[in-house]
């Protein structure tokens, strides 16, 4: 799921990149710049926030988890996950 947000966020962030520079090749000359700028702007902060809030992928229940050592006498034989 996380993969598919960061996807949708880097399209969308792409989406408005390219209609920020839209201005800055007269393909639309009759559009004022301002109708442009402000629309791609805003899609850019909404992909920017999606990348973030996306995260890294990584589960957050295993940060949660504390690993503890089991021991055999004075060795350490193995690890155990301890909530």
């Known amino acids: 799921m996380a993969i598919k947000n960061k996807l949708l966020g880097y399209a969308i962030a ?3 990149l390219a209609g920020l ?3 800055s090749f007269n393909i639309l000359p009759n559009i004022p710049k301002i ?3 402000i629309p791609a ?3 850019i902060a909404i992909g920017v926030m999606m990348l973030i809030t996306s995260g890294s ?3 957050k229940n295993n940060q949660s ?3 503890v ?4 006498g004075k060795e350490i034989v ?3 996950v301890e909530d």
């Open 65 to 67: 988890q504390k690993e």
């Open 21 to 23: 520079a839209l201005p």
């Open 41 to 43: 702007l805003i899609l």
């Open 69 to 72: 050592p089991i021991y055999k």
């Open 57 to 59: 992928g990584k589960s």
């Open 14 to 16: 792409g989406l408005g």
């Open 78 to 80: 193995g690890y155990r």
């Open 35 to 37: 109708y442009l700028t």
